[in-house]
DNA sequence: ATAATTAAAGACAAAGTTATCTTTAATTCC
DNA sequence: GGAATTAAAGATAACTTTGTCTTTAATTAT
């Protein structure tokens, strides 16, 4: 569904969400494995997220690292998708017309546009600090073990 | 969500269940036109699909090309991505973890999990057949205009 | 047989994705 | 100020995806 590095993406930033603070940055060797993701790559995609979208901050030097604001963690997941430019999956129609809409539907639309809705709501309604949550109550994942 | 590749083999079967039949075999051209998809390459993707999975068919020469027989339009929409190596799509962890179960779920897991199903649904129980009828009744489109 | 038609097969290329590694810059600690 | 630490920036490379073009092979019509 999405690239790898929106993968990534969506992994660290829970991660941040879950372990980093203003007060306590994490370094890209402890996200990297948290995650279970290649380090460099990683670096590179939270490089990018700290960019134009401020999703995720980072300061250098001894104690940097990356970390999320409280107001960052509050942003829905979709926020994610869209800083990695690939919040058109969400909209985009599934047999590749180049517009997913009533008025010239694909044949799968009529059944598919109740499922879009659905994954539209899910990256919409759930925030990045809501599912972080989950991790700390130990229920859910964020690597394979 | 799906490579393009994938997109154009749903698009071309589709158009293929409608208007082809081992009688009326439809040319490479035609297709790409119908489905607005670039020519050569539509091509080797149906040829591909002439291959392993025998779910689309072929034959050379004058009054040649690409149909689909009757038995090949009853198979449900899965058949193509299954032929095309995406399957997986439907299956996999929406975050990157190398499995999606109940077992190490992710922080979507849980409210993936009823959508999953139902894109899992879709495109088990529609056939290939049943989506090209709908574009005979004019109500739907494999292209835009 | 020969010519015409059509898909198959193969070589190739441009672009995008997924990574790695090195150098630079910012920050802190001493 | 100098050394250590850490992310930023940049170069590079392997691989995949998307696409084109040419040659070959099969089939049909004359
Ligand atoms: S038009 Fe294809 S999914 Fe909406
Ligand atoms: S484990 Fe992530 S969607 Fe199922």
Redesign the interface.
């Known amino acids: ?2 690239s ?1 590095a929106t ?2 993406a ?2 660290a930033t ?1 991660y941040l969400a879950q372990k980093s603070s203003e007060a306590h940055k994490l370094g890209i060797e402890e996200i990297a494995t948290a995650i279970d993701s290649p380090r460099s790559f990683t670096a590179k995609i939270l490089q990018s997220l700290t960019k134009d979208n401020r999703v995720v901050s980072s300061v250098r030097g001894p104690h940097g690292g990356f970390y999320m604001s409280e107001k960052a963690k509050k942003l829905p ?1 979709r926020s994610i998708l869209l800083a990695m430019g690939e919040d058109q ?1 969400l909209e ?1 129609c ?6 997913c809409s009533e008025i ?9 546009k ?2 879009k809705k ?2 539209i709501n ?1 990256f919409t309604s ?1 925030t990045i600090q809501q ?2 949550a ?2 700390q109550e130990g ?7």
Chains 1, 2 share one sequence.
């Open positions: 569904m999405f790898k993968e990534y969506l992994r829970i997941v999956i985009k599934v047999m590749g017309l180049k517009l010239e539907p694909c044949p799968m639309h009529a059944q598919y109740v499922i659905q994954l899910l759930k599912l972080a989950e991790i229920v859910v994942f964020i690597k394979n073990k």
